[in-house]
């Protein structure tokens, strides 16, 4: 069966082609993507209105591009996927209505997929695909969960941030250090040359004995330690940016050991764009190894949005005995939309 999945949640525009035979682990043929940040970046942040409007720019040629990659006609695609939600709703609905019109051309069934599932089985598109049952340490601009997963559809929140997301705590400490947008993967950059015990940052929740997450105070100690610094910020900066790093990096890894420990699982698997830090994986790597845990990411150009995601969790639930729905191009887009309540077996 070949899926063409399409992603349009946010600034990243992706489209790919996934195949699946009987039970086997779907393939994934090609995949293309376009990233907006560029777009936005004058704006300090995501423009909604921009955003919808460029995916209208994109998803039909990077549909074009995939198709001439693997050069399978478009009339040999048995479903056509695309991102239902959470997201922006202008940008989600431009992927919903290519999606539909496609479908409806090509008398196939379409299928609404949940992001943060695609994020989730992510790493199944990888060499070393892992096995159920895993925790799943779910860290992206929007989202912080933890999650237990048994199968495909059957997600058990363990636990999630109460207020900001890794990626956003991230992204806020660097905005406010001047480092742009998104300034995730610049301040773990400047990290490398700095120091990540030179300034005492707060591990937030990390003794709460649950599995929740907190970052927004952690933001806000970055603010108060950069004003401190005053006109010494600069030459500070990196040392700032290593201990930022160092305290979101501890608390994630620190929930995703205590997550192992209470589901007694030993196997974990790390998706969304944090998933890409590399200090993150260095030191989950180094305690999972010393307790027996397998580890498993996506694919480091993976771990952000992209349209994989969406064709291997639709190829999945299809396999999973998911019906697509066929005849009716009607659709709605879920802007706000709760992984567990939809899906819980
Ligand atoms: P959601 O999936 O929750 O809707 P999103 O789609 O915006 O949010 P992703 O695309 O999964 O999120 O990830 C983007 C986030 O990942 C940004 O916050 C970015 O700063 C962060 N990020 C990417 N690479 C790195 C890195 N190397 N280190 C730290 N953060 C990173
Ligand atoms: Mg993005
Ligand atoms: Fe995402």
């Known amino acids: 069966m070949l899926v063409l999945g399409i992603e349009s949640s946010c600034d990243e525009t992706g489209v790919a082609l996934v195949e699946s035979e009987g039970e086997g682990v779907p393939r994934l043929l090609a995949h293309a993507l376009h990233s907006q940040v560029e777009m936005h970046q004058a704006y300090g942040g995501v423009v909604p209105e921009l955003a919808s409007r460029d995916h209208i720019r994109r998803v039909l040629p990077l549909a074009g591009e995939v198709l001439a990659r693997t050069g399978l006609p478009l009339a040999d695609v048995d479903v056509v996927a695309y991102t239902r939600g959470p997201g922006l709703a202008g940008a989600l609905l431009v992927g919903a209505g290519v999606a539909c019109?496609?479908?409806?051309?090509?008398?196939?069934?379409?299928?609404?997929?949940?992001?943060?599932?695609?994020?989730?089985?992510?790493?199944?598109?990888?060499?070393?695909?892992?096995?159920?049952?895993?925790?799943?340490?779910?860290?992206?601009?929007?989202?912080?969960?933890?999650?237990?997963?048994?199968?495909?559809?059957?997600?058990?929140?363990?636990?999630?941030?109460?207020?900001?997301?890794?990626?956003?705590?991230?992204?806020?400490?660097?905005?406010?250090?001047?480092?742009?947008?998104?300034?995730?993967?610049?301040?773990?950059?400047?990290?490398?040359?700095?120091?990540?015990?030179?300034?005492?940052?707060?591990?937030?929740?990390?003794?709460?004995?649950?599995?929740?997450?907190?970052?927004?105070?952690?933001?806000?100690?970055?603010?108060?330690?950069?004003?401190?610094?005053?006109?010494?910020?600069?030459?500070?900066?990196?040392?700032?940016?290593?201990?930022?790093?160092?305290?979101?990096?501890?608390?994630?890894?620190?929930?995703?050991?205590?997550?192992?420990?209470?589901?007694?699982?030993?196997?974990?698997?790390?998706?969304?764009?944090?998933?890409?830090?590399?200090?993150?994986?260095?030191?989950?790597?180094?305690?999972?190894?010393?307790?027996?845990?397998?580890?498993?990411?996506p694919e480091l150009s993976l771990c952000t949005d992209n349209g994989a995601m969406i064709a291997m969790a639709a190829a999945m639930r299809l396999q999973s005995g998911v019906e697509a729905a066929s005849g009716s191009y009607a659709f709605d887009v879920r802007p706000r939309w709760e992984l567990g309540a939809v899906l819980a077996a």
């Open 101 to 297: 019109a496609l479908g409806a051309a090509l008398d196939v069934p379409v299928l609404g997929v949940h992001h943060l599932e695609g994020h989730l089985l992510s790493p199944f598109l990888s060499a070393d695909p892992p096995e159920f049952p895993f925790v799943a340490l779910l860290v992206s601009g929007g989202h912080t969960q933890l999650m237990r997963v048994d199968g495909v559809g059957r997600y058990a929140l363990l636990g999630e941030t109460i207020d900001d997301a890794a990626g956003e705590a991230f992204d806020k400490s660097a905005k406010l250090m001047g480092l742009g947008y998104p300034g995730g993967p610049a301040l773990s950059r400047l990290a490398q040359e700095g120091d990540p015990e030179a300034f005492k940052l707060p591990r937030p929740l990390l003794h709460s004995g649950d599995l929740d997450f907190s970052f927004a105070g952690l933001k806000t100690a970055v603010l108060t330690q950069a004003k401190k610094l005053g006109p010494e910020l600069p030459a500070r900066k990196a040392d700032l940016a290593a201990s930022t790093q160092a305290a979101i990096v501890e608390v994630l890894v620190k929930k995703s050991l205590a997550a192992l420990k209470a589901t007694g699982l030993k196997r974990i698997v790390v998706a969304g764009g944090v998933g890409a830090n590399r200090l993150l994986r260095e030191q989950l790597d180094a305690a999972c190894a010393r307790r027996g845990v397998r580890v498993h990411y």
